[in-house]
């Protein structure tokens, strides 16, 4: 699955930088990840890092982007070989 970041999003920019595939950037009123590139930091980390460094835990599982880790693993590939931009 992809992560998504709720309206309890304090704007507090920290988990921007944290993001290796540059999935998370700001969107209107607050920051928003991008479903095509967020691969749950499969491929790069244990751990989805956002969620590791959000004080106020508002990045749960996006529901209307479940994928299996496999499927993530294919778009973290996808994502090195330049594609999804
Ligand atoms: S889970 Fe990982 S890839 Fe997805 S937005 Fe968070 S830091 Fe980026
Ligand atoms: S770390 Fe959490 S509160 Fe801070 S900008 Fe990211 S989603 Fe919003």
């Not at 835990?57 to 499927?71: A, D, F, L, S, Y």
Request: proline share 8%; hydrophobic share 30%; net charge negative.
């Amino acid at each position: 699955m992809a992560l998504w970041i709720t309206d309890e999003c304090i704007n507090c920019d920290v988990c921007e930088p944290e993001c290796p595939n540059q999935a998370i950037s700001m969107g209107d009123e607050r920051y928003e990840i991008d479903p095509r590139r967020c691969t749950e930091c499969v491929g790069h980390f244990d751990e989805p890092q956002c969620v590791q460094v959000c004080p106020v835990e508002c990045i749960p599982v996006n529901p209307e982007h479940v994928e299996t880790r496999e499927q993530l693993r294919l778009k973290f590939q996808a994502l090195q070989a330049g594609g999804a931009r």
